[in-house]
């Protein structure tokens, strides 16, 4: 909390968030790794947090996942350019394997630690709908009685987007993990049918 500015705006809060050590995770990061998008977007897409791609070019869903990202939205009709992406922890979590940074899940404390950074973005962009990416995103949103497995592609009310609400899906990296390209294209038309729900929900407003 105390690293945020006086008066919130996307510019303000990515510039403040440069300089944010509200918990250890900037020390083995690259960046920080703010949201990125217009302020009048009518969806804001929550992930987990950057990946190495992300830590080291600074804007979020630039690698893989970001590639799964882009893909199932444009199958889904939505236009890349209306939604705001950002994740719930700001900074890169890793350990070392084989040479290689390998992500590691935040814990509750770090994930609280960077909630006021995306309670900020949410009220600077007032999105229509949030869209949950994975089950760290939507149990620091939507809370922990939140499973994505059951709860995926419903909308529920949440005063995060009170004209439209909050929806959870998978995040596009679990679909990379999948061991076939069978079990990968069924997830991905899973994730796309989920995102087809964000957008008939647009559509009706």
Not at 116 to 142: F, H, M, N, S
Not at 168 to 192: C, G, Y
């Amino acid at each position: 909390m105390p690293y945020l500015p006086r008066r919130p705006s996307l510019k303000s809060l990515r510039e403040a968030a440069e300089g944010c050590h509200g918990c250890p995770l900037y020390r083995n990061a690259t960046q920080t790794v703010f949201g990125q998008g217009r302020r009048d977007a009518r969806i804001m897409l929550v992930g987990e947090q950057p990946g190495d791609s992300e830590d080291r070019q600074g804007a979020p869903f630039v690698g893989p996942a970001g590639r799964i990202l882009n893909e199932g939205l444009e199958t889904a009709g939505i236009d890349r350019d209306d939604a705001y992406v950002t994740n719930v922890v700001k900074h890169f979590k890793w350990i070392a394997v084989h040479r290689r940074r390998m992500h590691k899940k935040p814990n509750a404390r770090e994930v609280a630690a960077c909630l006021p950074w995306l309670d900020k973005e949410i009220e600077v962009v007032k999105p229509r709908i949030v869209v949950c990416l994975g089950a760290t995103a939507a149990q620091a949103l939507l809370g922990p009685k939140i499973r994505v497995t059951r709860d995926r592609g419903v909308l529920i009310p949440s005063r995060l987007a009170p004209e439209g609400g909050a929806i959870a899906t998978v995040h596009p990296s679990s679909i990379l993990r999948q061991q076939t390209s069978e079990d990968r294209q069924r997830e991905m038309e899973h994730f796309i049918d989920d995102l087809r729900v964000v957008a008939k929900l647009l559509d009706q407003n």
